[in-house]
């Protein structure tokens, strides 16, 4: 094996975090050695679908069923059409890397520089400060080591990078940031909030708050409205890893980007308790390499970061880097989900412009401050819906008729069409894990990932309750022809996914402190997913990124004042 050139500083993984630790430990002055197994992809020359238009593409844009189905099973089945035709070379080949699913689960990955910052849905929320304690309140998850009054400077740090739009609220547990100007809201969507605000006081209707610029922002240009983003954004107007973290710190001069770079494991010195370096399996060669550094980011996304710490073996560490309680790799959580659709008549005058990128959202309300006496179940769920016109192909689809009239029927703007989708807290449970099967080999020849995990049964409750509930606000505004359907009915389809090296106090129950320290090897840091002690009801990456930027802030303190 060869050893290389060492660096302050490796982070393992380009997606969300990976860049933003690039990015802040670059700027504090440290060289730094980026690791990412998928394969190099440039801002703007590597989105070859970006401008093009359905009728230039391959069958004309309609999906290539039989190579879905051999090399993409699991990666084309993800919702909200992020996985299509024109961004298929950003996903990871399930054939070729597969993985065991003891009870049904959906792993969503990519397998190119930037990783999911590329096909993210973008919404950015603050969690609060009740998200940060109810693990100690209720007994389920143990104790966050942190609040939100720990993070909250951070939130803002990462936020006037990013850029996000949204409009601010006043609410104690939905905490304000620091925004854009907001997308603005549809006409059904207007008198949605205005009708749910009068009838409920304790509930809000507010436009998604998003990573989509609505102006110019840190020399990026503002969105097209085209709602293509999944493909790449050559403008720069939703962030991502290749447009913003990456370029900030290649600026410094004092990064290294490797890629096709699967990290087998992370070396421990049993004398000094320190991580030393990474050993590397180069994706194109098969050469087996090692980089050495005096600190350690693992970002490689939760499984791929639980996975690297439990190949991660040695004497001292025989059950893997952080498990010596065997904590490392339970407890995984992500967000539930029920659907509730309704078709609102009235408002067939009015329409809108452009292909908005984000939708509307109603912050959680139940068990707000307590338990709500009609309630069955523990914690709560918040909605992201929209509401908008049936779209070109659905109407001719429903539209009866033939020749010119039934020409004249589908020119006209569809039906109003209001959608309501939960997002259910799932809560902490010892069950829920994922262990390496050494008798299943996957890509490169390591250990299979093997998934044991399940919604309960108050995830069961919790989903009939935002079904009532929505349905509820649907007809106050109006709505005929209801329905409701599963969504995110599969653990993994979320993609929210949380937990398995958890922050907390006590070393025995947890695998991070406060600061994202592996417990014992201070000079390892884990600020993606994998280090979330519970999920809250709004969309995580925004506090992970706020992680990642507070912990490489102590841990340069550290190295400067000679701790690492």
Known sequence: MNQTTEFDAIVIGSGITGGWAAKELTEKGLKVLVLERGKPLEHQKGYIHEFTAPWQAPMQGLPDRQLDARDYEIQSKIERGAFSW?????????????????????????????????????????????????NKRDGHGNDWPIRYTDLEPWYTHVEKFIGVSGAPEGLENFPDGHYLPPFEMTALEKHLKRTVEAKWTDRRVTIGR????????????????????????????????????????????????????????????????????????DAKSGER?????????LNASTYGTLQVLLQSRSAAHPNGIGNHSDVLGRYLVDHA????????????????????????????????????????????????GGAMRDDWTNTAAQTDGFGADMKHQIARPGKWIAFLGAFCEQLPQKDNRVVLNENKRGGFGLPQLSFDVAYGENERRMKLDAAKQAEQMLVAAGAKHVVTIPVRAIPGVSIHEMGGARMGHDPAE?????????????????????????????????????????????AVAQLKAGAL
């Not at 990783?115 to 973008?122: C, D, N, P, Q, Y």
């Not at 790449?232 to 290749?242: E, H, I, M, R, T």
């Not at 390499?289 to 980011?297: D, M, Q, S, T």
């Open 289 to 297: 390499l090692r980089f050495g550094a005096k600190v350690i980011f």
């Open 86 to 134: 024109a961004n298929r070379h950003y996903w990871i080949n399930d054939r070729k890397n597969p993985y065991e699913q003891v009870k049904p689960f959906r792993w969503h990955r990519t397998d190119v520089l930037g990783g999911r910052s590329l096909t993210w849905g973008r919404q950015s929320y603050r969690w609060g400060p009740d998200d940060f304690l109810q």
């Open 510 to 554: 947890s695998v991070l402190n406060a600061h994202n320290q592996v417990h014992g090897v201070p000079n390892l840091f884990v600020t993606d997913g994998a280090a979330m002690a519970s999920s809250g009801t709004v969309n995580p990456s925004l506090t992970y990124m706020a992680l990642t930027a507070r912990a490489a802030d102590y």
């Open 337 to 384: 989900g029920v659907g509730v659709f309704a078709e609102i008549p009235g408002f067939e005058d009015r329409n809108y412009e452009g292909r908005r990128p984000t939708g509307i959202l109603v912050p959680r309300f139940r068990n707000i401050g307590g338990q709500d006496a009609d309630a069955d179940f523990t914690r709560g769920y918040g909605f992201q």
């Open 210 to 281: 998003v990573a989509n610029l609505t102006e110019a922002h840190e020399g990026r240009g503002p969105c097209q409205r085209r709602a293509i983003c999944n493909r790449g954004c050559s403008f720069g107007a939703y962030f991502s890893s290749l447009s913003s973290t990456l370029p900030a710190a290649q600026k410094t001069g004092l990064l290294t980007i490797r890629t096709d770079s699967v990290v087998e494991a992370i070396d421990v010195d049993p004398a000094t308790k320190k991580a030393t370096g990474v050993r590397v399996i």
